[in-house]
């Protein structure tokens, strides 16, 4: 199974600010790679597909690239809407893996 | 609009059965994988089947190889999810979520989740 190494594992910012998370394949995943947020309470929502496609309706401050094994998405000018925990998950291969997730929090 | 809306969750006792369903609406259900993840209770996400849109195929994590059964009446735009010999590292919320045309595509839309629970 490739396994996905997500980081930070948290990370606390304060509004307006870049944050960045990483996520490492542990083989070439071809740009296979899919985002997720998950809000409190609810299901996740795809926010990037194929490492830098943004889902529909997704705000331009999120963006994704990478290739490789080596991926990062980044969040500018941060919203208090966007706490959340942020999940990347590839889908290169069966089974599909998940990173196990960025908590990200306001300052 | 799509709308995935799973049902049939509950508390259940280790060694019974469980059968969740989803009910697809606002796109060509049987033009479509399906698939059901799971996430425990403060834990990660965890695929677990993929069912294609013909049900000409399906695939299972091995945690649950066996013991799951992914199925699907594309004629009720449902699918469905049938938990056997459940077990308590079985209790999570199960969510039922839309794969692609192509089988290498991320989960686009996700219903609002089931929860299960397995204890005694």
């Known amino acids: 199974d490739i396994q996905m190494t997500q980081s930070p594992a948290s990370l606390s910012a304060s509004l307006g600010e870049t944050v960045t998370i990483e996520c490492r394949a542990s083989e070439d995943i071809y740009s296979n790679l899919a985002w997720y947020q998950q809000k409190p309470g609810n299901s996740p929502q795809l926010l990037i597909y194929d490492a830098n496609s943004l889902a529909d309706g997704v705000p331009s401050r999120f963006s994704g690239s990478g290739s490789g094994t080596q991926y990062s998405l980044k969040i500018n000018s941060l919203q208090s809407e966007d706490v959340a925990s942020y999940f990347c998950q590839q889908y290169n291969n069966y089974p599909f893996t998940f990173g196990l997730g960025t908590k990200l929090e306001i300052k | 609009e799509v709308q995935l809306v799973e049902s049939g969750g509950g508390l259940v006792q280790p060694g019974s059965s469980l059968k969740l369903s989803c009910v697809a609406s606002g796109f060509t259900f049987s033009s479509y994988n399906m ?29 649950v190889k066996g013991r799951f059964t992914i199925s699907r009446d594309n004629s009720k735009n449902t699918l469905y999810l049938e938990m ?35 204890s005694s």
Not at chain 2, 92 to 115: E, H, I
Request: hydrophobic share 35%; proline share 3%.
């Open chain 2, 35 to 63: 698939h059901w993840i799971r996430q425990a209770p403060k834990k990660g996400l965890e695929w677990i089947a993929l069912i294609y849109y013909d049900s000409s195929n399906k695939y299972y994590a091995d945690s």
């Open chain 2, 84 to 118: 056997n010999s459940l077990r308590s590292e079985d209790t999570a919320m199960y969510y039922c979520a839309k794969g692609g045309y192509l089988l290498l595509r991320p989960f686009d839309y996700w219903g609002q989740g089931v929860m299960v629970t397995v």
